[in-house]
């Protein structure tokens, strides 16, 4: 009898393993990030003394912001971008990997001059983007932009935080 119940234990527990296999897994929801608008920045076009765009700005500063950035999103307007504070500065880099559309990425100075820039920087591709010199800021915008604006090495940024 003993051996009977331990025969018919083991059987159930083979079963219910079985069928725990079979169960597909399912799908983790996830919320959708949305923009936040924290301020606005304005880009100044230096040759002409001119205003090349307004935008209503998301500010990056915490290690995890920075770190996260546009990750996780499937779009953004082209009036928006993400500014990254820096409390140093450094050499920085910044690489692709889980953001899903296209970015151009500005470099800027602690002068609040664009350094340098990355166009069109591939959406999922993991190779860093450099800066190429030291900077403070970086400013993500949707792929383009930089040649729409005709931004240039040279021409400035002011923000406000709201």
Known sequence: ???????????????SLQSC??????????EPVIF??????????????????????EIAES???????????????????????FPDIAMHSF?????????????IGDDLRIASFQENAEPYNQKGL????PVKYVLEVNAGMVE???LQVGDSISFIRL
């Open 21 to 30: 296999k079979d169960t597909p897994k399912a799908a983790i929801k996830t």
């Open 130 to 133: 450099s800066s190429k010199v």
């Open 36 to 57: 936040k608008k924290e301020g606005e920045l304005t880009i100044h076009q230096t040759e002409k003394d001119s205003v090349l765009v307004h935008l209503a700005i």
């Open 148 to 150: 729409q604006w005709s």
């Open 63 to 85: 290690d995890y912001e920075t770190q996260t950035g546009l990750m996780y999103r499937n779009s953004m307007d082209k009036e928006q971008g993400m500014l990254f504070i």
């Open 95 to 107: 690489y692709m990997k889980n953001t899903e559309f296209p970015l151009d990425i500005i470099f």
């Open 1 to 15: 009898m003993k051996c009977f119940k331990i025969a018919l234990l083991f059987a159930i527990v083979s079963i």
